[in-house]
């Protein structure tokens, strides 16, 4: 079975080198290249040669007996989410240290990020062979900061006084090389009670016990080596065939997706690990076909009919491919792109998301209004690479403006947000109790309420719309992080509540809980290491105080000093510069991101943004409420007295009746009769002479003529001639009117019918949105119907959603009855369409000069409708 090993380091650790060496020893490749040759097996893109730097994750075979996978990642941290995704897919990671150098913090925070993961981890100790090497001090650090056994696997051993060729290896780990495996065996034992103990009853460990404490992260091999000189590589690969295990995958096909790229023709490759069953080529991933199954190996690949769990691919053919899970790290800057004169940023746009598909920390906006497209980057190494990208792939010379802050908002204490929707027939209500949480935990949710008090089922839902969007902060309009959401209450109507009713009264909720609480601002904090002469030490210390910075005792190390702590990214911005210039070349300052904290210069940020959360009209606080028959919006500091479910001591529900008076709310039931039926029509569209063309905010496009059936799919009526004879019968004066059978379409639609499995009132109100959009870009008079006929004592009932004719059959009748009526009846004077994949009711139309189109047929119209909205936008 395959094994995933991953190559990780901080950048000029000699990663690329390593992965090269590794390569070369197994045979996978004939040539050892190097990186300052720029001819390096992974470094495939040109301004990693360029650059000397890795900046995409990449994967090369080794020829072993047992196959391993070698992913070599980005060491920049410019790059680091690239690195991060690539740790979900691994089995082993390598973590490459250089040994001529102190162990520096972004090191460190890659081990902590292997071992948050449980990851087993093998450490190379690189660049041995120089005269500064120093593996006990690295040892020595990583045991102190480490509740892990860091023990040498593998010793480098040279003779000072001799050449090069004189350095050599010793397998620790081996009978045969060393005579002292007693001691070897010793320091393994410590790692556990029970290893020790039998290590004292039978005087050695075996080689599967070794395996297991590797595998629980117990111990961490370390080898040391040069990788430039091929030292320690062959001991390396011995060590990852011997120690390491296979693991166990489940029969169910699944697989994680941690990358998305493109070829050079375009095609979409979705990189991914296969971590159950089998796939094979045809296969079908939600409603996609898997069409090539890729293995590659540095540029090159083969394909094959299908991969096995454990094996490390790229699929074709799955266009909506998106990454598994989210991006631990993001970045803490934000940049408008500047665009040269003559492009258009609406042809632009469309480019852009396709980058922000492959790296999601983009985080790209379009700013409408100021009709900017902005994106988050992690520094000036980063910028430069995606200039070249655009460059190179769109033609397109972008620049950029002045790099922002991306600030983040939370809250102090315990506060209530109460949501309320409730337009005529829509209706839904949600309490949230909004706490501050633990700082880098971001949003969590909860739930107290009682299913006696909301079913579980709007509770779901209320949760999904808790965790779909990012919420703004109310200070500066930035996203809101490390707070816990307890759903606490909730009311749902049994006839009106429809699946976007919630969506508004949770996000009003959360809004309105922010208006009234203490909130704080966060910046962005880097941990940074200054390395400079001794003789700077004043200066430096001066300049830090003056940033605010918490700095850490001074280490010192010869004539070079090293300052640690932590500062606020926007202090020292530009500073590298500086240290640069007064150290003459000899400073170097590392900064690593270390998560949000308390904004020293708040109010002076709050005041230079100038954002007015009441004016924010795509986050309203207030509430929406039925008054005389129609919405009255409330606003946020008013609406807690007219909630209907009161919260705390007296946690009763107001009783139906009296909360029915008191809105004022009543509901006109209308019976629908065969002989009714036109004089509903008339009442509902309106008589000849009355033109309401122009009630709908929406822009009318055009009507559906017979260019647009000829591309829709199969009709009744699919020709030019068919359809210019119904249309001259029946004149010009008539409507374009669509009847939806609306619970065919939802069983027919995938995505309806998952939805309806788990909320029927979800995917009904999903299908009425959908609609609402098609019908105002299509022209039509759009009439959607569904079954009521089961619910004893039920009229039936007819209304406006939004611009879309809603209707609920009477007891007794069906939807296909009440189609087929109504069609007969609208079709004399009008040209009308139904759709529907019924068998019956598609018999019926067929024999009364309507048109017909099946749910899948509708599909395929509402998508490329929106298609087309998209390209016209």
């Known amino acids: 079975m395959n094994k995933v090993v991953g190559i990780i380091a901080h950048v000029d650790a000699g990663k690329t080198t390593l992965s090269e060496a590794l390569l070369y020893s197994a045979g996978s490749i004939r040539k050892l290249g190097r990186v300052d040759r720029q001819d390096a097996f992974l470094d495939n893109f040109e301004l990693e040669r360029k650059r000397g730097i890795t900046i995409f994750s990449k994967q090369a075979i080794i020829n072993v007996p047992d196959k391993i996978t070698l992913l070599d990642t980005p060491g920049h941290t410019d790059f680091q989410a690239e690195t991060f995704r690539t740790l979900s897919v691994l089995d082993y990671a390598i973590l490459v240290i250089s040994a001529s150098e102190k162990i520096n913090s972004h090191t460190i925070s890659l081990y902590k990020m292997l071992l948050e993961r449980n990851i087993p981890t093998l450490i190379f100790l690189n660049k041995m062979d120089m005269p500064t090497a120093d593996s006990s001090s690295i040892i020595q650090k990583l045991n102190e900061l480490f509740d892990v056994d860091f023990v040498k696997f593998v010793e480098l051993s040279k003779d000072k006084n001799s050449s090069e060729d004189s350095i050599r290896t010793i397998s ?13 065996y010793e320091n393994i034992a410590t790692c556990d009670e029970e290893v020790l103990n039998s290590y004292m009853e039978d005087g050695a460990i075996e080689d599967s016990v070794i395996a297991d404490l590797i595998a629980d992260c117990k111990l961490v091999p370390v080898i040391e080596g040069s990788a430039l000189k091929l030292k320690g590589i062959e001991e ?127 985080n790209l906006e379009y700013n409408e209004e100021l009709k900017e497209i902005q994106v988050r980057i992690f520094g000036k190494v980063q910028m430069e690479v995606l200039k070249t990208i655009i460059k190179s792939r769109f033609g397109v010379d972008i620049d950029y403006t002045n790099g922002k802050i991306v600030y983040k908002e939370t809250v102090a204490s315990v506060t209530y947000g109460a949501g309320h929707f409730e337009p005529l027939r829509h209706y839904a209500e949600a309490h949230v109790r909004i706490e501050p949480a633990e700082r880098g935990s971001g949003i969590t949710i909860k739930s107290e309420c009682s299913t006696d008090d909301l079913a579980l089922n709007w509770q779901r839902l209320i949760a999904t719309h808790l965790s779909e969007r990012e919420f703004r902060g109310v200070l ?19 006839k009106h509540t429809e699946g976007g009713d919630f969506r508004q009264a949770t996000y009003r909720a959360v809004r309105q809980g922010l208006m009234k609480a203490e909130n704080v601002l966060l910046e962005p904090y880097y941990v940074f290491t200054l390395t400079i002469p001794m003789e700077y ?39 590298n510069m500086e240290v640069t210039s007064y150290t003459k070349g000899a400073g170097i300052l590392e900064l ?39 919405g009255e919006y409330v606003p946020w500091d008013e609406a807690d007295s007219q ?68 591309s829709t799919g199969s009709h009744t009526y699919n020709s030019k001639e068919d359809y210019e004879k119904i249309n001259k019968k029946k004149g010009n004066s008539g409507k374009n009117i669509l009847l939806v059978d609306g619970y065919n379409v939802i069983h027919a639609w995938k995505d309806l019918s998952d939805l309806a499995n788990e909320n029927l009132d979800a995917a009904r109100g999903k299908l009425m949105d959908t609609l609402c959009e098609f019908a105002a870009y299509r022209d039509y008079e759009l009439i959607l119907v569904f079954d009521a006929y089961r619910v004893k004592g039920n009229l039936g009932e007819m209304s406006m959603y939004n611009n879309i004719h809603l209707v609920y059959t009477k007891e007794a009748q069906t939807a296909d009855e009440y189609i087929a009526k109504a069609a007969i009846e609208l079709g004399d004077k009008n040209r009308v369409t139904v759709a529907t994949s019924d068998a019956l009711i598609q018999l019926i139309i067929r024999g009364n000069n309507c048109l017909l189109m099946s749910s899948n047929d509708l599909l395929e119209n509402v998508n490329k409708a929106k298609e087309q909205i998209r390209e016209q936008l």
């Open 537 to 575: 030490v004043g200066r430096a210390m001066t300049d830090l105080e003056k940033m605010g910075a918490d700095i850490n005792a001074p280490e010192s190390n010869g004539e070079i000093s090293i300052l640690k702590g932590k500062v606020s990214v926007s202090a020292i911005t530009d500073y």
């Open 172 to 184: 620790l780990f081996s009978k045969k090389d060393n005579e002292s495996i007693d001691t070897f």
């Open 643 to 710: 909630m209907h479910v009161q919260i705390g001591a007296a946690k009763e529900a107001i009783p139906e009746e009296i909360r029915l008076k008191q809105i004022g709310r009543e509901i006109e039931k209308k019976k629908i009769t065969e002989d009714e039926l036109n004089e509903i029509f008339n009442r509902t569209f309106g008589s000849k002479k009355d033109d309401r063309s122009s009630r709908f905010k929406y822009k009318k496009r055009r009507s559906y003529g017979p260019d647009s059936i000829k």
């Open 236 to 362: 390396l690969i011995n060590i990852i065939k011997n120690y390491s295990l296979e693991r166990e995958y489940p029969d169910e096909p699944e697989f994680i997706t941690y990358k998305i790229s493109r070829d050079d023709k375009g095609n979409k490759l979705t990189h991914v690990k296969i971590t159950g069953g089998r796939f094979n080529t045809r296969d079908i991933v939600d409603d996609e076909k898997i069409t090539e199954i890729r293995f590659y190996s540095g540029e090159k690949y083969e394909t094959r009919a299908s991969a096995e769990a454990g094996d490390l691919v790229v699929f074709m053919g799955l266009e909506n491919s998106k990454f598994t899970g989210e991006d631990q790290v993001m970045p803490v800057m934000t940049y408008t792109i500047r665009l040269p004169e003559g492009v258009s940023i609406h042809e632009f746009l469309p480019k852009m998301k396709i980058l922000q598909e492959e790296e999601p920390s983009l």
């Open 476 to 494: 500066t309009g930035s996203p809101l992080t490390d707070v816990c959401f307890t759903i606490v209450a909730g009311r749902a109507h049994n």
């Open 592 to 630: 690593e991101p270390c998560g949000y904290d308390i904004c020293k210069n708040a109010e002076e940020v709050i005041a230079a943004r100038n954002y007015n959360p009441d004016e924010d009209i795509m986050n309203p606080s207030g509430s929406v409420f039925c008054h005389h028959g129609s």
